[in-house]
């Protein structure tokens, strides 16, 4: 049961024992086209299509205070953006309690409560209307909301052509202004400019410091670190660590070798299982600059129609995805009818010290296998330029760029 309640005076958000369940189809094959499904009854009138249950979020508890600013982290499938959907009521729980202290404005993907057809000043107005605020109200705010979104000029323009940087300008614009005692957030900053998440980590910072709650899931580690005073870790839709950011951080690092040594066997991967990656491996240590070499080994299944192709990410230790290489980019393409071995050579990525892992999945029109975490290496920490520094000179980045300046 999903209630809003009167939370304790220092309560925030308050869930006990919260759970999420689906039902997902184990057999039978889904027709996009009513007629196809019409043929397939009259051919199998008593076939049955069986389901299973999954378990999104299991036995859910947590109190969040006001002026906390909590970050949510875990793996992909961990279960934090059916949470928040939760905690937003966008989608009610299978089971247990939540007791939210007052209004919520959410930003879980971009233009999330926008009409397309209506202008950005009609949405502000009307997602405003949606938080239960009244026209007064969104009126007294409605310069600020635009001043941050840096959307003046398209303002009578329908949002269906704002391009996607626009968008969520203006839509994190009217979630962090108008008045909401708790606003939850899903990555969705990534949309846009440098500068505008800068200045949207500082607001929300200071929506915390006013008091409000902030909900923040993120898989960019530093971000959490720097804007959250909390933290939770989930992990296959359980609570794992509750309490400081640092202790999270801790939990969810260490949570990764446990976590790599399961997907060793094919069966607990994702993906359908009809083609699975047998082997993938690199160099154990590296330095910066020297290129990134990944070998693996493929099966076969002369059942599939048509190619394949592998996709392969280099990870860092915060679960950012650092690249991404995607062989049908290169034109590259397997026949599943042969087993095959093969080689990804990344070249020019000055990765910065520490350790990283390699994400490889086998794909044609879904995912044949994911394996996260197949192989693993350490980057020494060797500045690849000639020229020593100090360390302001090269904190900030994801990577050590290959660059050179020239003057005239």
């Known amino acids: 049961m999903n209630s809003t309640a009167d939370s304790p005076p220092d309560t925030a958000i308050s869930t006990r024992g919260l759970a999420k369940s689906y039902r997902i189809a184990t057999s039978g094959r889904s027709h996009d086209r009513l007629s196809e499904a019409l043929v397939a009854r009259v051919r199998h009138p008593f076939r049955r299509r069986e389901f299973e249950t999954f378990d999104a979020l299991h036995d859910i508890s947590f109190d969040i205070p006001?002026?906390?600013?909590?970050?949510?982290?875990?793996?992909?499938?961990?279960?934090?953006?059916?949470?928040?959907?939760?905690?937003?009521?966008?989608?009610?729980?299978s089971g247990g309690r939540v007791e939210l202290g007052g209004r919520v404005g959410s930003l879980l993907e971009v233009g999330t409560g926008f009409?397309?057809?209506?202008?950005?000043?009609?949405?502000?107005?009307?997602?405003?209307?949606?938080?239960?605020?009244?026209?007064n109200e969104i009126r007294r705010r409605f310069d600020d909301i635009v001043r941050f979104s840096g959307v003046e000029k398209f303002l009578d323009t329908p949002v269906k052509r704002y391009s996607s940087g626009m968008y969520v300008r203006?839509?994190?614009?009217?979630?962090?202004?108008?008045?909401?005692?708790?606003?939850?957030i899903d990555?969705?900053?990534?949309?846009?400019?440098?500068?505008?998440?800068?200045?949207?980590?500082?607001?929300?910072?200071?929506?915390?410091?006013?008091?409000?709650?902030?909900?923040?899931?993120?898989h960019q580690m530093q971000t959490v670190t720097t804007l959250c005073t909390s933290a939770m870790f989930l992990d296959r839709g359980r609570?794992?660590?509750?309490?400081s950011v640092d202790d999270v951080m801790t939990a969810y690092?260490?949570?990764?070798?446990?976590?790599?040594?399961?997907?060793?066997?094919?069966?607990?991967?994702?993906?359908?299982?009809?083609?699975?990656?047998?082997?993938?491996?690199?160099?154990?240590?590296?330095?910066?600059?020297?290129?990134?070499?990944?070998?693996?080994?493929?099966?076969a299944n002369p059942e599939i129609v048509g190619k394949y192709f592998v996709s392969c990410h280099v990870v860092d230790h915060h679960g950012a995805v650092v690249a991404q290489c995607d062989s049908r980019l290169v034109s590259q393409w397997f026949d599943p009818s042969e087993p095959r071995r093969g080689e990804l050579r990344i070249?020019?990525?000055?990765?910065?010290?520490?350790?990283?892992?390699?994400?490889?999945?086998?794909?044609?029109n879904g995912i044949f296998d994911g394996w996260r975490g197949a192989a693993a290496f350490e980057v020494l920490p060797h500045l690849p330029y000639?020229?020593?520094?100090?360390?302001?000179?090269?904190?900030?980045?994801?990577?050590?760029?290959?660059?050179?300046?020239?003057?005239?």
């Open 239 to 243: 609570l794992v660590h509750h309490g």
């Open 66 to 93: 006001w002026g906390e600013a909590v970050g949510i982290v875990g793996r992909n499938g961990a279960g934090k953006s059916t949470l928040l959907k939760i905690l937003t009521r966008i989608t009610a729980p």
């Open 347 to 364: 070249k020019n990525l000055w990765l910065k010290p520490g350790t990283y892992t390699i994400d490889a999945f086998l794909c044609q």
């Open 187 to 218: 990555e969705v900053l990534a949309v846009g400019d440098a500068e505008f998440q800068r200045k949207s980590l500082d607001k929300m910072r200071d929506v915390a410091k006013d008091g409000r709650a902030v909900l923040y899931v993120s």
């Open 253 to 299: 690092r260490d949570s990764f070798e446990d976590w790599r040594a399961r997907q060793v066997d094919a069966d607990r991967r994702p993906g359908t299982g009809e083609l699975r990656l047998a082997r993938v491996d690199t160099d154990e240590v590296r330095d910066p600059a020297d290129d990134t070499v990944v070998t693996f080994e493929v099966g």
């Open 170 to 184: 203006l839509a994190f614009s009217v979630a962090a202004h108008l008045e909401t005692e708790i606003l939850a």
């Open 386 to 408: 000639p020229a020593l520094v100090m360390d302001e000179g090269v904190e900030l980045g994801a990577v050590f760029a290959d660059f050179d300046y020239e003057a005239w």
């Open 115 to 135: 009409h397309p057809e209506l202008t950005g000043r009609e949405n502000i107005y009307l997602n405003g209307s949606l938080l239960g605020m009244g026209r």
